[in-house]
C-alpha cells in the first residue's frame, strides 16, 4: 500500500537557518502529495500542496516539488521564525481515497 | 479557525464504555474524514464520508462505527473500549472528497480511557 517516510525529529534550528524536511512516498499512480502543520493544542492546517509531478507548492516561504523520479517531496525554508515551530507532516493522497500521512517532524526554533 | 467543529473538546471515560464524538464540516463541505492520531501510530485515517456515503476505509477496528447525517454532520462511535484507544481524535472535512483536496481539520477531541 501507499507510504510516506519523512524524517524523525526534533529538528532544531536557530532563527533566520536554512530548513529541510526530507519526504519520501511510495504509492501507486499520481498522488497528490501534501504538507499540513500543527500548531500546539491544535488541529492541522494545510501549508502547501503539489498535484502533479514537477509543480512546486510555497506558502509563508516554504516550499516543497514534486519529484517523481526520486518521490520526494523536500520541505525548505530559507529563513525560519521562532513562529515556525510546529509539527510538519508529509502526506500523500491518490486514487484509492486513502490519505496516508507521515509520522511528523517537530520542528524547533530558538531566538 | 477551520470552521469544522467537534464535541466535545475532552472525554474521559472508563474500559468497556461507548462514547460519541460529533463533527460538523465546513459549511458546503459535501466530505468529511476520520483520524486518530496517538504517541505511537501517529495520524492515522479511518474512515471517509462524502454525502451520506462510506467512501473509504482505513484502519478502523470494528468497535468503531461512523455515519454522515442529511445535515452532513458526522458521528463516530466508539464501543468496548480498551486503554490503548486514549487519543485524539480529529476531524476534517473538505468540499468534494477528491484526493488533490485541501483537508480541513477540526480542533479534535482528546479521549482518555481509564
Given at each position: ?28 499512480g499520481y498522488p497528490s502529495l501534501f504538507w ?21 507548492g510555497s506558502n509563508k516561504g516554504f516550499e ?48 | ?114
Amino acid at each position: 500500500g501507499d507510504s510516506v517516510t519523512q524524517m524523525e525529529g526534533p529538528v532544531t534550528l536557530s532563527e533566520e537557518a536554512f530548513l529541510t524536511i526530507n519526504c519520501t512516498y511510495t504509492a501507486t499512480g499520481y498522488p497528490s502529495l501534501f504538507w499540513y502543520v500543527q500548531y500546539p493544542g491544535e488541529g492541522l492546517q494545510l501549508l502547501l500542496k503539489a498535484t502533479k509531478a514537477d509543480d512546486k507548492g510555497s506558502n509563508k516561504g516554504f516550499e516543497a516539488t514534486y519529484r517523481k523520479e526520486t518521490t520526494s517531496f523536500h520541505l525548505e525554508k530559507g529563513s525560519v521564525q521562532v513562529s515556525d515551530s510546529a509539527v510538519h507532516f508529509c502526506a500523500l493522497a491518490g486514487g484509492s481515497y486513502i490519505p496516508t500521512f507521515g509520522r511528523g517532524t517537530s520542528l524547533i526554533v530558538h531566538p | 479557525d477551520s470552521g469544522v467543529t467537534q464535541t466535545p473538546k475532552h472525554l474521559i471515560t472508563a474500559t468497556g464504555q461507548r462514547v460519541t464524538l460529533r463533527c460538523s464540516p465546513r459549511s458546503g463541505d459535501l466530505s468529511v474524514y476520520w483520524y486518530q492520531q496517538s504517541l505511537d501510530q501517529g495520524l492515522q485515517f479511518l474512515i471517509q464520508y462524502y454525502n451520506g456515503e462510506e467512501r473509504a476505509k482505513g484502519n478502523i477496528l470494528e468497535r468503531f462505527s461512523a455515519q454522515q447525517f442529511p445535515d452532513l454532520h458526522s458521528e463516530l462511535n466508539l464501543s468496548s473500549l480498551e486503554l490503548g484507544d486514549s487519543a485524539l481524535y480529529f476531524c476534517a472535512s473538505s468540499p468534494g472528497g477528491g484526493p488533490q483536496e485541501t483537508q480541513y481539520f477540526g480542533p479534535g477531541t482528546r479521549l482518555l480511557v481509564l
